[in-house]
């Protein structure tokens, strides 16, 4: 199997729910297709935290992965976030999403790491359990360094040279571990495409990767496409205007108490822009109310990002 193409915006959808918080399948290929449609998203990656993955059942993932697969027509691979906690149970997952379509695995920490860090070499054998179990090509994920989930070097490299690992989405936020790291990274595997997951603060890392793995590709696809554009050109002061426009939506949906409040702001912003009919979202997430909403919504204004008249014209 081909190596996945990376090099360009990777969206982490939102997952779509009716009113009464069921999984609207038919909303969810309605973004597949939108996303999938525009040239430079070279995959979508689902069940993640924007995604709100880890508050589906089973039979939920595996059915929206299928959904996913069936929308996109080949045009894009699926790459499912896979969050089990123990190392068996992780490779099962897997191994199922494999099945209903996924081509990669964003390889989440177990959780359990979070709050009391991990052993030596658990991190590798997670990563190897999947790929030999289930044939997804992984992507390391690196968590931000105030976490004990957030992986020393030596171990990124170790991940970042198995068999089957293709990516690093990183998302340390700290810029001086992301200075020494990242060149260490590309030094020990050159073929690995990096990643960056800094939704807060993109423009610092735009001109160091071979693309964006983003929540906020929900929501302004089409400005991070023509971004990544500008810093792979080492094009400081186009990124930087796209940058500029950008900054109060950054500020509405990513500037908030809790990043948790994101994945709400990214479907409040889905129905500013048509693409969602209402932003129902699952316990433990909670309504922003009405004055985020107005605030979310002028954001949007502000930048000049409207609705997404072709979406709806095909409907």
């Given at each position: 199997m081909p190596t996945m193409d990376l090099r360009g915006l990777s969206p982490a959808p939102v997952t779509a729910f009716t009113r009464d918080g069921e999984v609207d399948y038919p909303a969810n290929a309605r973004i597949a297709k939108w996303l999938a449609g525009m040239d430079g998203v070279k995959s979508l990656v689902i069940l993640g935290h924007a995604g709100e993955g880890t508050f589906l059942t089973e039979e939920e993932r595996l059915k929206l992965i299928r959904t996913y697969f069936?929308?996109?027509?080949?045009?894009v691979p699926i790459i499912a976030g896979i969050t089990g906690e123990g190392t068996r149970v992780a490779a099962e997952e897997a191994k199922k999403c494999k099945s209903a379509g996924a081509t990669g695995a964003l390889v989440y920490p177990n959780h359990g790491?979070?709050?009391?860090?991990?052993?030596?070499?658990?991190?590798?054998?997670?990563?190897k359990a999947i790929w030999q179990e289930s044939g997804l090509q992984c992507i390391l994920f690196q968590y931000p360094d105030a976490t004990k989930a957030s992986y020393d070097l030596d171990t990124q490299l170790a991940i970042a040279t198995q068999d089957g690992v293709v990516a690093t989405k990183n998302g340390v936020r700290n810029m001086k571990r992301w200075y020494v790291e990242i060149p260490e990274l590309k030094k020990a595997n050159p073929n690995l495409q990096i990643l960056s997951c800094h939704d807060e603060w993109l423009l610092p890392t735009m001109f160091d990767v071979d693309g964006l793995l983003v929540g906020y590709g929900n929501i302004t696809p089409e400005l991070l496409i023509d971004l990544i554009e500008a810093g792979k050109a080492q094009n400081y002061p186009e990124a930087r205007r796209i940058f500029e426009r950008l900054l109060p939506v950054t500020r509405a949906v990513y500037h908030r108490g809790s990043h948790m409040e994101g994945t709400v702001a990214l479907k409040l912003g889905l129905v500013h822009r048509g693409v969602l009919d209402h932003a129902t979202i699952r316990e433990p997430l909670k309504n922003l109310g009405e004055k985020a909403e107005a605030e979310i919504f002028a954001a949007f204004d502000a930048a000049g990002i409207g609705r997404v008249e072709q979406l709806l014209a095909a409907e």
């Open positions: 069936e929308a996109v027509d080949g045009r790491w979070l709050r009391f860090g991990f052993q030596k070499g658990a991190p590798q054998d997670r990563y």
